[in-house]
Nanobody, 122 residues
Framework: QVQLAESGGGLVQAGGSLRLSCAAS????????MGWFRQAPGKEREFVAGISRSTGTTRYADSVKGRFTISRDNAKNTVYLQMNSLKPEDTAVYYC???????????????WGQGTQVTVSS
């Protein structure tokens, strides 16, 4: 079993930046693809970014391309989401998750963190 803990959320003005971290327990972190999702009030959980387990291939939602960057440090069992040029519509609870492949479908991920709140003021 894998336990995930997100951190780094907070309140930021539009145009600002935040870096989210997701620390994973266990010694098999490098064998998992990792994804970031977000969920705003009254909306479904949506894919934000993903990174493969070995090659580091990344994938992004169109809404964040060019602004967000996902990366991982397997030695630290941690995945990051650097968020720049933040917009009010980025406001949501952000979750990290583990899976076998990078996918935009939440159901393909096995373990989830508790989430961290990101609020972008206009």
């Amino acid at each position: 079993q894998v336990q995930l803990a997100e951190s780094g959320g907070g309140l930021v003005q539009a145009g600002g930046s935040l870096r989210l971290s997701c620390a994973a327990s266990g010694r098999t972190f490098s064998s998992y693809a990792m994804g970031w999702f977000r969920q705003a009030p009254g909306k479904e959980r949506e894919f934000v970014a993903g990174i493969s387990r070995s090659t580091g291939t990344t994938r992004y939602a169109d809404s964040v391309k060019g602004r967000f960057t996902i990366s991982r440090d397997n030695a630290k069992n941690t995945v990051y989401l650097q968020m720049n040029s933040l917009k009010p519509e980025d406001t949501a609870v952000y979750y990290c998750a583990t899976g076998n492949i990078v996918s935009s479908t939440p159901g393909t991920y096995h373990y989830w963190g508790q989430g961290t709140q990101v609020t972008v003021s206009s």
